[in-house]
Structure formats: structure tokens, C-alpha cells
């Protein structure tokens, strides 16, 4: 199986709900996964009613098309994790350039100024190394790999990126994050957790003989089945934990602040989730018939306890998921089983 390991474009570090990447199902929480977070602060609208309001459009990544709200008078871009714009991007420094945002008291206009921080490789507008420049519309910024473009769009406009960027990070079919997004999601995680010393872990899932399900009621039926797993491996996950679909009936999920013996027990609900819903061979609205059933296995592995590289820890698990495909599928495998044995009672998880 091969993953996609560029490293682009990811927002700070959030702590609860589905921290920008969970697959969204309402119009709210799809505008969510479009902004970055941002330290405390004013916030323009608070300048001026301009329907039109300034924004990074990622260029490059997993972001592409996405604006990046400038809603503060200061927002940070760099490798920092307390950047407001996090780059993982060893070419960008930990504080590499800011952007400072306000109003003419004269013109009523917006001003947006971008400041190069004593980078190592410098920041680039249209081409140019500056210092500090005065931004205009449709300006280019090179930050390391990471190339934007800054926009003032309107709510149209913004609308129209922030429906590019969900068409990119999920999987149309079953609404949980695309490869791309997870592999993103992932690196961030790995990145939070060294920063604090937190525990996650990854899942590895793999639908049991999935094949035999399109032969006997054909690819609607099994395009449908996939839809509902999608429904099913999020509902057995909590909020703040990241699922997506890797392609065909290969799934995966990282679960936050989570150490082995709590992805084994998240792992468990979703199996048994999974065993007991009842999927229909016909198509919706019609006489169900007799339902068939669909199992799936899966494999752990944790971080730190197994490696700390993200990219490291999906082949683990990945190995550990087709343990159990040999062992008998519908089964959990730990990478490394002595590891997740305990008798301890399970420490409570933060969002």
C-alpha cells in the first residue's frame, strides 16, 4: 500500500471537536475545516463592515483553495507550534513572517502588511525577497514550499474556496477524510503529541471480504454499504478522534490522547458496530429483503510506544491489521500485544 507523505500546508494545533479535519456533515462545522486557528485577539470585522475581508488562499497542499481568514490584527506563519499559521515545512522558520492587519483612518480601507521575522530562507512576494511589504490584492507569498496568494473576497467568494477545499479533504462517498487529509492530519497529531508528551493512536481497518458483496447484490449496493460504514466508524469514534477513507474498503483513524489498551477498546467498538449493523441489498425505499452482514479487522499501533514517526506508525498497524486478516479476520491485532495487555482500569481521555 502506498501513502502520500508530502508534507504541506496545516493549521495550529486545536484541542477539541474534530480540530479542523474531521469529516463534516452540516454547512457550520464544513466552514470549520476551511480557517486556522488563531491566538486571542480583535478581530477585523470588528474595523469595519467591508463585505469584503482579507484572506490567505492556500496555492500549495492539502488547503488548495482554502481561505485562510486574516481575522486578527496579527497572525504568525511558521514551524512553530505556537504559530497561528503552523507550516510543516523544514525550508520555513519557527517564526518565519507576520502579517499585521488594520484599518486607514482616512480611507476606511484595510491595510495588510506582511513582515519577514529574520527568516533563514527569507519570505517572497511576487518574487521578491522583502523585508516588509504592503500587501495587495492578488499578491504571491513564498513561505519555504508553501505558496499563497492574498485575496479580498467576499462571502461569495469565500464560499466558493471553502466548497473546493471539502470536494479535496473528504471522500465524496462516505464523508470521512480523504487519503491526503489524514496523512495531513496525521503529521499534525504527531507533532501535538511530541509538543506535550500525549499518547495517540493509529487504526488500521480493512472491510472482511468485501468483494463478495458486490459480486452477489452489485456496486450500488456495495457503494451504499461503504456510505454507511463511513456513518459507522464515525459514530463508534468520539468527536475529536480523525477517520478517513484511504481508498476502496480501506479505512483509517487516529484517536487522540489515547494510549494502547483505549485503542484497543475504540478498535472493539467499531467491530462490534460494524458486526451488528444490518445492510439491505436493495436499493433505498424498496422492500428490504433479507439484510446481509459485513465484519471488518483491524490494526493498532501506538505512538510513542511503537515509533514516533507518523508515517511509521500506519505500516505498523498496517502490519497488525493484516495479522488478523491472516489470523481470521473480524479481529483486533496490537502491533505488539504485550504492550497493550493490562489489567490497569482505563485512564480518563482528554478532548
Known sequence: MLYDTTIDLVGRNQESGYRQTEAMTSSNRDNESAKTELRDGFKITDLSSSERRPVLVSLKGELIGTPIPLERNEVILGRAFEADVRLNDSKASRLHARINVEVDNSSGEIVAKITDLGSTNGTLVNGH????????????IIIGNHLFRFDMLDEIDREFQQQIHRLLAHDELTGLLSSKSFFSELRREAGRAAEEARPFCVLMMDVDHFKEVNDA?????????????????????????????????????????????QGLVAAERVRRAMEQHPFSPTREGSDPGKGFRITISIGVAAYPDDATDPIQLVELADSALYRAKRTGRNLICAYRPSLAATEKPLRPRRD
Not at 233 to 259: M, N
Open 129 to 140: 525577497l522583502v523585508t516588509e511589504a504592503v500587501l495587495s490584492d492578488g499578491d504571491k
Open 217 to 261: 447484490y452489485g456496486h450500488l449496493v456495495g457503494s451504499r454499504a461503504l456510505e454507511e460504514m463511513g456513518v459507522i466508524i464515525k459514530g463508534a469514534l468520539r468527536s475529536g478522534d480523525v477517520a478517513a477513507r484511504l481508498g476502496g474498503d480501506e479505512f483509517a483513524s487516529f484517536l487522540l490522547d489515547a494510549d494502547y489498551a
